[in-house]
């Protein structure tokens, strides 16, 4: 799960308890994941995921949640758990291009996409392009769109992996693990002040991902 952030602007206000309460964020999404990755039940890595993301935005100073709305706050709602929801996919080469990807409140973030990612999800051949933050220490950022977004999910797509923040589910050998049970809406889905990067066209899948985060209901 994505660390809401504007470190820089913290710094700058002189709000050091707000920069601890960042990198503890950070460290423990950094931890869930760790766990996630080394677990050798997805079914029950994904329980604790969800059980630690309703924690930390029911009571985290960092909650992406408006802080009116954290105590009354019931729960991430998802789909139901779909082991089939689970992929394998294969880094395959593409042209690579530096681009600005458009974020929620029409700014845009530097990228650099890298490869694609190709793989079988529910018996269809799909294609995800996958992209590399620029700046200090980069890390893989994968948006998505399905058939799902604006409806039951988030309409500006949703996070698989963005690992510079700790959301990363790892490989098998040199295959790259898309589990989209772990599919997460990004910060703004709960509050318009975040300024998140949207899934761009071309991570936009024409199939319904009935799997991960929903929008509230």
């Given amino acids: 799960m994505a660390?809401?952030?504007d470190a820089t602007a913290a710094a700058v206000d002189g709000r050091p308890g707000e920069l601890l309460a960042l990198s503890d964020w950070r460290r423990r999404v950094f931890d869930?994941?760790?766990h996630v990755r080394a677990a050798s039940d997805?079914?029950?890595?994904?329980?604790?995921?969800?059980?630690?993301?309703?924690?930390?935005?029911?009571?985290?100073p960092q909650s992406p949640l408006p802080e009116h709305?954290?105590?009354?706050?019931?729960?991430v709602e998802y789909f139901e758990y779909d082991p089939s929801a689970r992929a394998?996919?294969?880094?395959?080469p593409i042209a690579?291009?530096?681009?600005?990807?458009?974020?929620?409140?029409?700014?845009?973030?530097?990228?650099?996409?890298?490869?694609?990612a190709e793989f079988e999800l529910h018996g269809q051949s799909l294609t995800l392009e996958l992209y590399w933050?620029?700046?200090?220490?980069?890390?893989i950022y994968l948006p998505f769109g399905d058939g799902t977004s604006g409806t039951t999910t988030y309409g500006g797509g949703r996070y698989l992996l963005d690992t510079v923040k700790g959301a990363d589910l790892g490989a098998e050998g040199e295959l790259l693990v898309l589990d989209?049970?772990?599919?997460?809406?990004p910060s703004c889905a709960y509050d318009p002040r975040w300024s998140c990067p949207l899934a761009p066209p071309a991570n936009r899948l024409a199939v319904d991902i009935r799997a991960g985060e929903r929008v509230a209901t």
């Fill in 96 to 116: 690579p291009v530096t681009l600005d990807i458009t974020t929620s409140q029409d700014s845009a973030y530097r990228f650099a996409r890298f490869g694609k």
């Fill in 42 to 60: 997805p079914a029950e890595a994904w329980r604790r995921w969800r059980a630690t993301r309703d924690d930390l935005l029911s009571r985290h």
């Fill in 88 to 92: 394998l996919a294969t880094i395959a």
């Fill in 180 to 185: 989209f049970n772990f599919a997460y809406n």
């Fill in 32 to 34: 869930l994941y760790r």
């Fill in 3 to 5: 660390a809401p952030s």
């Fill in 133 to 139: 933050i620029e700046g200090y220490g980069g890390g």
């Fill in 69 to 75: 709305e954290r105590a009354s706050f019931a729960g």
